[in-house]
Structure formats: structure tokens, C-alpha cells
């Protein structure tokens, strides 16, 4: 099993950065692929970016590639999402999510096993 705390949201301005982080405990963490999500008020959690377990491999949102990096630091058992470029319609809780196996797709959420309680991300224009 898997516990992860997100934190790092917080309020930016537009063309602001923030940089998220997500613990996890346990001593595997380094053979689970991690996703980032967000959910904003009334819309249903989409995909923002994962990070594979083997090789590292990133996929992203259209909506946030070139602006989001995704890494992951195996030694101290976290991910981060590095957010540049922050536009207003980021505004969302960001969840942190951990899965051993994909299961054919890193990009929908109910392939993931283990979430965060989410942080806030505020992106005022």
C-alpha cells in the first residue's frame, strides 16, 4: 500500500509558477507509475502528466505541455509537477496518483490505484 501527501498549491498570478510536491511512503515507490490530475469545480478529474516507473517516460496534457514538467525523485520517494506559464483556467485541486501497472492507458484516472487529498491551485488574471 501507498499513502501520498500532496503540497505546494497555493494562489499565483498568471504567468506565475508553482511547484507541487508528492510524498509517498513505502519502500517501492520507485516501481509504481505517478500521475498528476486536477479537478476543477464541476468538472469531471482530468489528466495532467505521468511519469513511468522503469524508464522515466513523460506524457502530458496538450493543454500543459511545454508549461508542466513532471520528474520524480526515487531516492526520496517523490514526485514533483513544475507548473511555469500558469494560466487562470489551471485553477483546480491538483491530486497526486500511483499505479503499478497502466492498464493500457497512463491518461485515465480509474487506472490508478492510490491518490492524494489534493492541493489547491489558485490562478487569479
Known amino acids: 500500500q501507498v499513502q501520498l501527501v500532496e503540497s505546494g498549491g497555493g494562489l499565483v498570478q498568471a504567468g506565475g509558477s508553482l511547484r507541487l510536491s508528492c510524498a509517498a511512503s513505502?519502500?517501492?515507490?520507485?516501481?509504481?507509475?505517478m500521475g498528476w490530475f486536477c479537478q476543477a469545480p464541476g468538472k469531471e478529474r482530468e489528466f495532467v502528466a505521468t511519469i513511468s516507473s522503469s524508464s522515466g517516460s513523460t506524457y502530458y496534457a496538450d493543454s500543459v505541455k511545454g508549461r508542466f514538467t513532471i520528474s520524480r525523485d526515487n531516492a526520496k520517494n517523490t514526485v514533483y509537477l513544475q507548473m511555469n506559464s500558469l494560466k487562470p483556467e489551471d485553477t483546480a485541486v491538483y491530486y497526486c496518483?500511483?499505479?503499478?501497472?497502466?492498464?493500457?492507458?497512463?491518461?485515465?484516472?480509474?487506472?490508478?490505484?492510490?491518490w492524494g487529498q489534493g492541493t489547491q491551485v489558485t490562478v487569479s488574471s
Open positions: 496518483a500511483a499505479t503499478k501497472s497502466y492498464g493500457g492507458s497512463g491518461r485515465n484516472y480509474i487506472n490508478y490505484d492510490y
Open positions: 513505502g519502500r517501492t515507490f520507485s516501481s509504481y507509475h
